[in-house]
């Protein structure tokens, strides 16, 4: 039931940030949880960061604790994440996700965007 859209993505040298911002079109959005996943070439799709629907749980993957920052924003439909440090190994398509909590969108997300490429360089 939701469609979602990711923006914000670019190319930044390493140790600058970027925000990504991913806009939901159901009007149900305050009821889900939404996170982050990333695929770079050559390597599996993997989960970078969830919020639930209440803001009241985050997770992170390890490899992007202390630099990433997810958030969301109901009134607006919008979820973020919030990239500092980035160093070059962070380089790949990010997707945005909705599920019915974060466990379930650990564990398989229901709605899916269609991905925004950051690259970053040395």
């Known amino acids: 039931q939701a469609e979602l859209v990711e923006s914000g993505g670019g190319l930044v040298q390493a140790g600058g940030s970027l925000r990504l911002s991913c806009a939901a079109s159901?009007?149900?959005?305050?009821?889900?949880?939404m996170g982050w996943f990333r695929q770079a070439p050559g390597k599996e799709r993997e989960f970078v960061a969830g919020?639930?629907?209440?803001?009241?749980?985050?997770e992170y993957a390890d490899s992007v604790k202390g630099r990433f920052t997810i958030s969301r924003d109901n009134a607006r439909n919008t979820v973020y994440l919030q990239m500092n440090s980035l160093k070059p190994e962070d380089t790949a398509v990010y997707f945005c996700?909705?599920?019915?909590?974060?466990?379930?969108?650990?564990?398989?997300?229901?709605?899916w965007g269609q991905g925004t490429q950051v690259t970053v360089s040395s």
């Open positions: 996700a909705a599920a019915s909590d974060i466990v379930v969108l650990r564990a398989g997300p229901d709605y």
């Open positions: 159901t009007r149900a959005f305050t009821y889900y949880a």
């Open positions: 919020i639930s629907a209440r803001s009241s749980s985050t």
